[in-house]
C-alpha cells in the first residue's frame, strides 16, 4: 500500500465527516491526486448524491436569449470587444416558445442566461419574469444575466424569479484581476452574492477550472469559498479558449480536475444541485455522463432556438449548437439512462436544509406523467 495514497484516503473521509479541510489539505489533495484516489472519491460522491436524490437527474432548460454583453472578460467569447461575434436578442415572445416548447418536453425549470445586456432593463425583465411565472406556475425560473444593484435583483425576486447563478469564477482576488478588467472585482462579485442570498434566491456560484493563471491554491480558496457561502447550486466547468478573446492561446481545462473537484463539492455541500455542464461535455465527448458518474445530478440542455445556438458560443467548439441541437433532449435522455440514471420531470429544488423558501408544493403528478408520455411519444 502506498501510504501517501492512505493518508489522501483520510483526508477524504475528513472531507466526507466535516465538509471542509484547510487550504493546505485541499491542496494536498489536488495535486496528490491519482485515478485510484478519483475512484474512491466519485464511489463516496455516489453513495452521498444518492441519498439525498436517489438516480434522479434534474433538467434545466438553458435559453440564452441574449449574446450582447458591456463586459469584457478576457475569457469570454461574446466580449464587448469581440467584434465578429454576430449579436442577436429574443423577444419576449420568443422566449416564451422557447418554454412552451421545453414545457411539453418535460422541463420545469428555465434559466434565462444572457451577457450584461443593458437593453434589458428592469422593468423589461420583471414583465418577462411575471409572464413565464403567469403561465409556467409549475416551474422554477432561473436568472444568469450577471451582476446587478440590489434594488434590481429585489425586483427580480418579487416578479417570481426564483433561483440565480452568478458563477463567482475565482476566490482569489488577484486571480480574478487577471481574467477580468480592472472594473470587474471579486469583491462586487462578492456583495451580488451576498444580496441575492438575503433576498432569498436560491444562490448557484461556480468557477472554471484550467482557467489561465490557476493554481491547486486557487481552487482551494474556491472550495473555502463554497464553504462559507453555502451556496444551493455549484456550476463548474473547464476552461476552454476562444480564438477570438485575449486568451485565444491559453491551455484548456481538463475533465480529469473538473471531475475530482466535483467529487470534493458533493462532499463538501452534500445536497447540492451540481450540473455537469456543457464545457465538460464539450473538453470530452462523455464528459457529461462521467460529471455524473462523479457526483452530479443536474443537466442544462440547450432551449434557445436552434438558429441562434451558434452565435452564444463562449469558447470555441462548444457542443449541440450544430443541426443535431433540435434533437438536445432526446439526446441527454439517452445518454443519462445508458448509465443507470433517470431524467425526471421535476422543479429539482434543493434538498438542502433551509433551501428554497418558495418551493411549489405540486400536486402535479398527473401532468408530469402526462409530460413523460409525450415525450416518449
Ligand atoms: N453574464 C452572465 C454572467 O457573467 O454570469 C452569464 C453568462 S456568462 C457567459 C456564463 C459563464 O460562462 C461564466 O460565468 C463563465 O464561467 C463561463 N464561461 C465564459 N467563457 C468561458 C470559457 N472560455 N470557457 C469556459 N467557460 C466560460
Ligand atoms: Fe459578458 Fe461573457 S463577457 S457574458
Redo the contacts with the bound molecule.
Sequence with gaps: MNPAIDQLKDLIDKLEAEHVLSGQEFVSLIDGRTSELSECLFEKARRIRQEHYGNDVYLRGLIEFTNY?K?D?Y????RKSNGRASRYRLTKDQILSCCEQGYRLGFRTFVL????DGFYRDDVLVEIIRTIKAHFPDCALTL???ERSYESYRSFYEAGADRY???H?TADPAHYGKLHPPVLTFEARKKCLMDLKEIGFEVGC???VGSPGQTSEHLAKDLIFLHELQPQMVGI??????HD?PFAAEESGTAELTLFLLGLIRLMLPAVLLPATT?LGTIDPLGREKGILAGANVVMPNLSPVEVRDKYM??DNKICTGDEAAECRGCIDRRISGIGYQIVVDRGDSKQVGGDSRKFDSDSKQADDAAIRNFNR
Design positions: 454583453c463586459n472578460c475569457y469570454c467569447g461574446i442566461q444572457g451577457g450584461e444568469s444575466i450577471g447563478l452568478l458563477r469564477e461556480g468557477f472554471m466547468g473547464p476552461f476552454i479558449a476562444h478573446t464545457a463562449l469558447y
